[in-house]
């Protein structure tokens, strides 16, 4: 029987994922509702929408598919790492975006860029869905297996999941070093996006009149926005990835709490930098403040006709 420590563990996962949940969908939405009203839909709302497309899923797969069919099918796994690399493309080519949009260099090929960056949105998207199949398909021949759950066979590298009849078997060191591999690179182009805008935003500063830095500068404000945004993103990704390396150590692997605790963090984390790419778009975030406004409204409205 659980605890009451297990069982509001188990709560706050439910309230997180459910939140989550709400909130991508809510991203998913507002491009299609636009796309409907307007017939037409920018790159970037598109963008947007599939990074909030990719989350719900992935949400779902963790916090209802896993708990409805303990089986634990290898597709799930597989298709949930696939949902996970993509999420992480797309992010880093928003940031590649908004870092080229709003950084001042004069190299020719930045310039290039600058030009030419949102007609290759289309096709850096489908680079980042080709690079996210290609890193994904492998954990299904290298980490993931099937067995029937007749006995425990463990050893420090493998754990197994599952609870009668068919169970799913992780290889927990090519696990690790296939999600580094998969991430290293969107997190590379990510961390040097980040590094041209600070460096931007520096230049900047410095070659203001004076040296008198006024942050009501609509360029300041622009730079120092994305920044807080992208940085916020990578702290997010760190302690996520860093608790996922903690949470596969084999002697946590059967502390439940603990692993609850990874759980809720797990789900903060696309929940949180969903939150913050709504508060850095201004559409998104008329539109969140426009609904929870209404939402505000009908209660005391049917009071007041009471």
Partial sequence: MASPLEIFLLTLIWIVTAVGILLNAFIVAMPVIWWVRYNKVEMIEFLLASVGMSRVVLL?????????????????????????????????????????KISSCHHPFFMFLKLN????????????????????????WLVYSTSINNATNSTNTTNSTGQGGTILKVNNINQFFLILTGSSVPLLIFCVAVAILIRSLWSHTR??????VDFGNPQIQAHLSAVKSMVSFLILFTIYFALFVVSCL????????????????????????????????RKLREALYWCLHCTCRVPSMARGSA
């Fill in 250 to 281: 084999p002697p946590l692997l059967d502390d439940t709490v603990l692993q609850l605790v990874f759980n809720i963090i797990s789900n903060a984390y696309p929940l949180l930098h969903s939150l913050i790419l709504v508060m850095y778009s």
């Fill in 60 to 100: 779902i797969l963790w916090d209802v598919v896993y708990l409805w069919f303990p089986s634990n099918s290898v597709l799930f796994a597989v298709v949930s790492m696939f949902l996970s690399f993509w999420s992480l493309w797309v992010a880093t080519i928003l940031c590649v975006f908004y870092s080229v």
């Fill in 117 to 140: 960056v949102s007609k290759m949105l289309l096709g850096l998207f489908l680079v980042s869905l080709a690079s996210s199949l290609l890193f994904s398909l492998p954990f299904k």
């Fill in 207 to 212: 070659n203001m009149a004076g040296g008198n």
